[in-house]
């Protein structure tokens, strides 16, 4: 079964709008230099791997507390039982967002045929001609064809990283005319925070001030004038009519079982 190097029971930032459970799962086929998860990267770092049958027992449990669950990584794809445990996943009713380099257009396409993920998110690190290079992964076509077929099934979004000295306004620029369906809706940026990089000097960067993001965005992404449909199991469901009383309840009564273990 899969190797999970990591489990969050509830998350309010992995799935926006929702609350998410949230499994790491080990090993990536890229080296991004600013990743802030060198321990599902590098093997020696890699810890004891979190049992599939509690987080399997946990969302059974809380199925009703939960609006999904969030299937990252290192890169989830370069797990040969992720289909597997995907059904499983699916057979307990939870929706699925699944976040990727993009390496495996096939697996993820798949997937979506298989109704296996609801929403996919795609990294999209730097111009396709510096992957490379840059993150050390030499057929950056395979991510072209991801990126591709999430913008045209619209059944998720791209995002990317700014990080300070490299994502300048002419590199993004390049990057977006790659795909010129990106806009505002299906295409996200995020400031890159120091902490825990892969390659330690990338501590020593500053972070990305939010009106550093929303300048780059409003510059470089058009206006968004044919919106994605973001694959959603409850688009008008609980979290939208009433969020806040359903997150209370779902936050006291997380960490008043906390130190229990489900039965």
């Known amino acids: 079964m899969i190797e999970c190097s990591g489990f969050n029971k509830v998350s309010l930032v992995d799935w ?4 998410a459970a949230t499994v790491f799962l080990r090993r990536c086929n890229f080296r991004c230099p600013w990743c ?6 590098e093997s020696s770092l890699f810890d004891t791997p979190v049992p599939v049958d509690d987080i399997l027992h946990y969302l059974r449990r809380r199925r009703a507390m939960l609006d999904g669950l969030v299937v990252t ?10 289909t597997l445990f995907l059904t499983r996943v699916k057979e307990i009713g939870v929706p699925v967002k699944l976040d990727t380099n993009g390496s495996h257009p096939e697996l993820v396409c798949g997937l979506l045929d298989e109704r296996l993920v609801d929403v996919i998110a795609v990294d999209y690190k730097v111009p396709l001609r510096l992957y ?3 993150v050390g992964f030499k057929n950056p076509e395979c991510v072209a064809a991801t990126i591709a077929a999430v913008l045209r099934r619209r059944c998720g979004y791209v995002r990317t990283t700014i990080v300070p000295g490299l994502h300048t306004e002419e590199l993004l620029a390049e990057m977006v005319k790659a795909f010129p369906e990106l806009n505002q809706t299906n295409y996200r940026l995020q400031g890159f925070r120091p902490g825990n990089c892969l390659d ?5 960067l500053p972070p990305i001030a939010p009106e550093v993001i929303d300048h780059l965005a409003r510059r470089i992404v058009k ?3 044919h919106p994605v449909h973001q694959l959603d199991s409850c688009p008008d469901g ?3 009519r009433n969020g806040h009383q359903r997150l209370t309840h779902y936050v006291l009564h997380t960490h008043q079982s ?3 273990r489900d039965t």
Do not use: C, H, M
């Open 132 to 134: 490379g290079d840059l």
């Open 16 to 19: 926006p709008g929702r609350i």
């Open 200 to 204: 330690p000097a990338y501590n020593s």
């Open 36 to 41: 802030q998860n060198p321990e599902l990267v």
């Open 238 to 240: 609980p979290v939208r």
């Open 258 to 260: 906390s130190t229990a």
């Open 73 to 82: 990584g290192g890169e989830p794809t370069l797990s040969r039982y992720l």
């Open 223 to 225: 206006s968004d004038s």
